[in-house]
Each structure stands twice: as structure tokens, then as C-alpha cells.
């Protein structure tokens, strides 16, 4: 049997004893380990009745059971759906009945609400597993028979991870076996990767840049990883000794450059440090340069492509830019109305094609063709340019997209959950530069006539209804929203307006 990605991916399991997770207590666990927990649990999806393409919901802590878990849903054929350990069960609620997922594992602490909602859509296999291997999951699978891996081409479906919508609710990215195989083998070798490499990973993993750059470039390389449950300064840095390269995004960054341990003896032994999923700032790859030694390796990519540029391993990072096209990747710019290719230096939306860009969003046909051109390019709706020497750069985004701590927020579903808020007359949620995450939510409000909300009210009223990085940091009140004379709220009026508010020492 073949399954195009699962064989990439498990191609160094063999070496039984090679390790392939350290965590921070000390335990090492082998890609002999991993590997017969994904055929054990593999095997269960199969008996549970999960079918090739069928979707399988996981929303659980990040841990190395976790990471199997994935795994195992690649070997079985299945479409793994990671949802972000922040979402509500409003926010669950639309996932499961848009994705129709047949298998759904949750937290131990809470499954018993995602049965509920699962039953009321008539879905009944719902599993739990916590950060130490506890839950029902493990225990059913502890002493599974081992079944033949489940056969895939390199265009069926891996997974699909939900981005937000303009419009309002998430949409889903359909990922094949290819999209995912492809992209990895070609950061694998860019960055050089080999089992020598030793990954501090602190991202989460139900997200591109955790799970598919960091994870399955790792497996690939034959390498290893020392797997955190979040990101802290403190135990980061006691680690760092024990590692050879850092996948991170740039809050990771910010926050290191105020740890007093980050010098350049500290990190001499280092041999690459990445960053991604939001904008690096320019001052901050110089500060970190200056401090260290190491020049950051900035990337562009996104939920719906994966990576599509890269600054080169060897030669200039320039700060600022996000590098050149991966190898099998092709870039333009164009004119985002008429779609005309731009000269160089001229500054449009960046479109993207190549084996690493996904066929379309979940069962939503039209909105899939109105992000294609008729030449198979991607739109990415990020405004971008390309240098004489042909550095790409994303100097802004369309569609007002926010970027915080590395997360995507569509400020309309966030407006969504505003306006149904008693009191709430109209409002604008904007992302404005914040020293930690790079932007920060934040909401204009316009009360209704006599209501006496305040900011404590709002920020309470969306606690149960988002996701804590789509919740805004602050909220401001005013008599009216600016517009201009065709009526349209003028957002980057706002943004001047509150520009400044998370500068630190800022009121």
C-alpha cells in the first residue's frame, strides 16, 4: 500500500531507538514510540468506522500524543481538522457542522460539553486526551491490533485547518497529501535540516506553522524536537543549550530580547532561528542581529499555501522582506482589480502558484473560484512588491486582516459578536501596532442612545463567544464612526487615531 505523505513522514521511523521528542521533565520519547502509538491509534479511527476523507475533529492540548494523533489520521486515510484550544463551543458548534466531522477527540475537562454538542448533530464518537496521555482515547487504543496503512494519492486530502472570514464565519482549507509532502521536503532542504537538529519547538500545534512547517520538517530530516506546551522566556532559554535551531513567531522574538540571558555566548552554538505567521519588524531583527549574532530568517506563508518565500539560508536576511520564492514556488504581483502582472518595484497583491497552494476551500465552490485566477495563481490578498534584487515584500493587507501573536482575526466576525451585544449600536475593530503581538484587537464602539456600557462590559460580553486572541485588548467609545461620503467607515482614520495606544508606558 502506498499513502503519499504518511510514507514521507515515517520514512526514518525504522530506527526505532532515534529520538524524536525530548520534553521538558526530562522524558525522551523515540520515533519507535511515536510511531507504534500512530498505528494503534490508526487502527482504532479505522474500527471506530472512520472512512478515506473522512474529517476528524481534534481540539486538545498540545502534547506528544497529540502530535501521534495527527499521524495517525494521515496513516488511516482520514482528514485532520486541528482546532485552536482558545474556541468557544459557539465557535465549535459551526466548525463540526461545516466539516460533518465522524470522530471528534476533545479535552478531558471539556468533553462532556462537546457531546452535547456533537449528539445534537447526531454524531456520537466523541474520545478525550489530556497533555499526560490521559482521557478515553488512550486507554481504547492501548492494546489495538495493528492495521495495513490506508492507501492515498498525493491529491487526496491531508487536512484542513479553518481561516477566518471576511464576511463573517471561518472557512476551511483543503490541504492534499502533495500540498503538505512537497512543502516540507523543500524547507527541509532550503534550511538545511538533518538528524543532527535538534528543534526548540514552543509553538502550538494546531496551527500551519507548528504542526506542518515545524513538525513534518523535523520528521523528514530524521531530527529531533524538545517539545514545550507554550512559550516562556525563562524555560526557553534554560533550554536553548540542548538545542540547534528555534521556529518562532515574532512575539517569541520581542520577548527574548528582554530576557538579560540572551547574549551572543548563549546562542553561539545555535544554527538558525526562523520567524513567521506575522510580520517581523524591522528593528527587531536588528536588535536581535546586534545582541546574538544570528540574523533572523524571515518567511511568507499562510493557512492556504503553506510557505511561499523564504530569506536565504545563506546569503543576505534582509530585514524587512520576506526573501524569495521557494524552489517549485512562482510569485507575482498584480493589479488586484484586472489581475495585470505589475512590473518590478510596483506594488500590488501578491498571487502565488506551485504544488504547496491547496485546491480550494471546503465546500464553498464559488468563493474558491473568486480566489483563483484562470492560470491556477493563488490570491493572497496580501499588498506586496518585488525588489530589483527580487526580495519579496509584504507591505500591507488587504481585506483590513489582523495579525496577533502569529493568529489571523477578520475583524467582521469579531464586529458580529459587537453589534449583538445590548447596547452596542455599531462598531470597528481595527489591529494597531502592540509591542508583544505585533497588532492588537482593538474595538471602536458607538453605544446605543442611553446605554451606559463600559469597556469591562464588552470584553465580558465576548469572553464565551471568542476565542481569547480574536478578544479585544481594548475598547474605546465614541459618538460616531468616521466615513467617508460614500458612507464606508474609514478604518485607517482609526488606526491613526489609536496608533499609539499599546506604546509601552502608553496610558
Wanted: some cysteine; hydrophobic content about 40%; aromatic content about 8%.
Amino acid at each position: 500500500m502506498s499513502n503519499h505523505l504518511f510514507d514521507a513522514l515515517a520514512r526514518h521511523a525504522p530506527d526505532r531507538s532515534r529520538p524524536l521528542i525530548d520534553l521538558a521533565d526530562g522524558t525522551r520519547v523515540s520515533y519507535g514510540e511515536t510511531f507504534d502509538l500512530v498505528a494503534r491509534l490508526a487502527s482504532h479511527l479505522i474500527r471506530a468506522g472512520v472512512q478515506p476523507g473522512d474529517r476528524v475533529a481534534v481540539q486538545v492540548e498540545k502534547s506528544w500524543q497529540n502530535l501521534a494523533l495527527y499521524l495517525a489520521c494521515v496513516r488511516a486515510g482520514a482528514v485532520f481538522l486541528p482546532l485552536n484550544t482558545a474556541y468557544q463551543l459557539a465557535e465549535l458548534d459551526y466548525f463540526f457542522g461545516d466539516a460533518q466531522p465522524s470522530f471528534v477527540v476533545a479535552r478531558p475537562e471539556t468533553v462532556e460539553d462537546v457531546r452535547k454538542l456533537c449528539a445534537a448533530r447526531g454524531k456520537n464518537i466523541v474520545e478525550s486526551l489530556g497533555t499526560n496521555g490521559d482521557g478515553t482515547l488512550l486507554k481504547a487504543v492501548a492494546n489495538a491490533p495493528v492495521l495495513p496503512v490506508v492507501d492515498r494519492s498525493p491529491d487526496d486530502l491531508a487536512a484542513i485547518l479553518y481561516t477566518s472570514g471576511t464576511t463573517g464565519r471561518s472557512k476551511g482549507a483543503m490541504l492534499t497529501h502533495e500540498n503538505l509532502r512537497s512543502n516540507a521536503e523543500v524547507l527541509t532542504d532550503c534550511w538545511r535540516f538533518s538528524g543532527k537538529d535538534v528543534l526548540l519547538h514552543a509553538l502550538p500545534i494546531f496551527h500551519t506553522h507548528g504542526l506542518f512547517v515545524a513538525c513534518d520538517v523535523i520528521l523528514l530530516a530524521g531530527a529531533s524536537m524538545i517539545f514545550l506546551p507554550r512559550f516562556e522566556a525563562d524555560q526557553f532559554m534554560s533550554l536553548m543549550p540542548k538545542a540547534t535551531s528555534v521556529m518562532a513567531v515574532p512575539t517569541f522574538y520581542v520577548r527574548l530580547l528582554d530576557h538579560p540571558g540572551l547574549t551572543r555566548e548563549a546562542t553561539k552554538h545555535m544554527r538558525l532561528f526562523t520567524s513567521g505567521s506575522a510580520p517581523l519588524l524591522a528593528e527587531t531583527h536588528r536588535a536581535f542581529s546586534e545582541r546574538t549574532g544570528h540574523a533572523i530568517l524571515e518567511r511568507y506563508g499562510m493557512t492556504e499555501t503553506n510557505m511561499n518565500t523564504s530569506n536565504p539560508y545563506d546569503g543576505d536576511r534582509i530585514p524587512g522582506t520576506v526573501g524569495f520564492p521557494l524552489p517549485g514556488v512562482e510569485v507575482r504581483v498584480a493589479d488586484p482589480e484586472t489581475g495585470r502582472v505589475l512590473p518590478q518595484g510596483e506594488v500590488g497583491v501578491l498571487e502565488v502558484r506551485g504544488p504547496n497552494v491547496f485546491p480550494g476551500y471546503w465546500r464553498m465552490p464559488e468563493k474558491t473560484k473568486a480566489e483563483f485566477r484562470a492560470d491556477g495563481f493563488f490570491i493572497t490578498g496580501d499588498v506586496s512588491k518585488i525588489d530589483e534584487r527580487g526580495y519579496v515584500h509584504i507591505v500591507g493587507r488587504a481585506k483590513d486582516l489582523v495579525i496577533t501573536g502569529g493568529y489571523n482575526v477578520y475583524p467582521k466576525e469579531v464586529e458580529t459578536e459587537l453589534d449583538a451585544i445590548d447596547g452596542v449600536q455599531e462598531s470597528a475593530v481595527i489591529g494597531v501596532p502592540h509591542p508583544d503581538f505585533g497588532e492588537g484587537v482593538t474595538a471602536v464602539v458607538v453605544r446605543e442612545r442611553g446605554a451606559s456600557l463600559t469597556e469591562a462590559d464588552i470584553i465580558s460580553a465576548l469572553s464565551e463567544r471568542l476565542a481569547k486572541f480574536k478578544q479585544p485588548k481594548r475598547v474605546f467609545f465614541v459618538e460616531e464612526l468616521p466615513r467617508n461620503t460614500m458612507g464606508k467607515v474609514q478604518k485607517n482614520v482609526l488606526r491613526e487615531t489609536y496608533a499609539q495606544i499599546y506604546d509601552r508606558g502608553a496610558a
